[in-house]
């Protein structure tokens, strides 16, 4: 988390554990030939499938003017494929529980069970409780900053000199936990690309401004120096996983060097400056490493509904918020120090 966020590695390991698409459920035979059969027919067995009405392009066969383009199916992705797919899942996942078997997974994830539009509906709540965390502890950032901290004199900018960057910050990990809620909800290519491509940009960046503030950066040309080459590698990284190969391995291995190489750099600082917030950086860190183990300790949906990842997002929330304390006690910090060297 440059300790910039623990929670950026941990939202990363979003991108850590990808959606592979060879898992033990889909690859049943009777699964498969469920979904192909479902997909011509628009049934399984007696049950219906109401969005299979629809063309494969989700253009009605029939129908209303107003209904050629169906953007609100579009948006939750209920089309015919999708939801052959999610029945046929029950239908597998009621067949081996008739034989004593444990879930198993299809395209890569546990079987959940929807509740409305709502793929993954724990995840994508938690998603949403952490977007506002990240508002809440940004705003709270601004109004410090811009009204109850000293302004400079002559030019009534902050004393603060990363105050620019954290704005960023919070702004791009606002975006990134926007997508992880929306790819929750459904999960398809595109919300996947978005949600990655987010978390890879949130981590990229607080590396950068990780490696800026540990070592007090503070020339704008020097900075740039610091961030073109980190830059330029996400931003290609990004570019290959959406145009190129998602690859999930080589995807593990991007966050998981930018990740720990965040929190070593955060813990010695925090140590070698004795930052008087230095103890709560390191219960934010020591925290998430905890937290991690979640995602390490796999295991399927309590009841359809509550699986590790989802409780992975549950621990956030409060790091969010102990992350942000740091980041606005870090600008009171710089402010008292440089106010006083002014005087």
């Not at 623990?6 to 939202?11: A, E, M």
């Not at 190969?245 to 010695?268: A, R």
Request: hydrophobic content about 45%; overall charge positive.
């Amino acid at each position: 988390m440059g300790v910039g966020r623990w929670v950026s590695l941990l939202l990363a390991f979003g991108c850590l554990f990808g959606v592979l698409d060879a898992s033990a459920g889909d690859a049943d035979p009777l699964y498969r030939n469920c979904v192909v059969q479902c997909e011509k027919t628009g049934n399984i067995g007696d049950h219906a499938i109401q969005h299979c009405k629809f063309s494969f392009t989700d253009v009605p066969l029939n129908g209303s003017w107003y209904m050629q383009k169906p953007l609100y199916l579009q948006w939750k992705q209920l089309n015919c494929r999708s939801d052959c797919r999610y029945y046929c899942m029950m239908q597998s996942e009621y067949q081996r529980e008739k034989l004593g078997l444990g879930p198993a997974k299809y395209h890569g994830k546990w079987p959940f069970k929807r509740v409305f539009v709502f793929q993954e509906p724990l995840s994508a709540v938690l998603s949403a409780f952490n977007l506002l965390m990240h508002f809440i502890g940004w705003l709270t950032f601004f109004i410090l900053v811009s009204y109850k901290l000293p302004l400079r004199p002559q030019s009534r900018r902050t004393y603060y000199e990363y105050t620019g960057l954290w704005h960023i910050y919070g702004l791009l990990s606002m975006n990134a936990w926007y997508w992880s809620a929306i790819f929750h909800t459904r999960d398809f290519d595109l919300t996947e690309k978005l949600d990655y491509s987010s978390a890879v940009a949130v981590l990229g960046y607080s590396l950068i401004l990780s490696l800026l503030r540990i070592f007090n950066v503070k020339d704008e040309a020097s900075r740039v120096m610091f961030a073109a080459p980190i830059l330029a590698f996400v931003t290609t990284h990004i570019l290959y996983l959406n145009f190129y190969e998602m690859d999930y391995g080589w995807n593990m291995k991007v966050c998981l060097v930018m990740g720990v190489s965040q929190i070593l750099m955060w813990v010695i600082w925090g140590g070698v400056t004795r930052h008087p917030s230095r103890f709560k950086l390191w219960t934010a860190m020591i925290g998430c490493a905890l937290a991690m183990l979640l995602e390490i300790y796999d295991f399927p949906p309590f009841h359809g509904y509550v699986d590790a990842h989802a409780l992975w997002h549950a621990t956030t929330i409060p790091l969010t918020y102990l992350w942000w304390s740091f980041i606005k006690d870090d600008a009171k910090f710089r402010t008292s120090t440089l106010v006083k060297k002014v005087k």
